[in-house]
């Protein structure tokens, strides 16, 4: 039995912050976010590389991306 079966909250933040705290895990999901709104909005996505400034156009930049997951996860550690 799963140690979050009866906790999923507990179970996504252990999430976010294995996707925060690894960073080849963090650009990999950045990659996969930016891959799916070019598919959801039918636009090319642009694909930020590490240490590299994101491309004028990119809607889920590694930053915002930093930024959105941490939000999710402050709110989180409220309830």
């Not at 891959?35 to 994101?54: C, I, L, T, V």
């Not at 590694?62 to 550690?77: D, G, S, Y």
Request: aromatic residues 12%; neutral net charge.
């Amino acid at each position: 039995m799963s140690r979050f079966l009866n906790t999923p909250l507990n179970a996504l933040k252990q999430l976010l912050k294995g996707i925060l705290d690894n960073s080849e895990l963090f650009y990999e999901f950045a990659k996969q976010v930016n891959f799916k709104w070019g598919q959801m909005y039918d636009k090319r996505p642009h694909f930020q590389s590490p240490g590299q400034s994101a491309h004028p156009e990119d809607e889920y930049s590694h930053e915002l991306v930093r930024e959105k997951l941490m939000n999710l996860l402050t709110t989180l550690q409220k309830e």
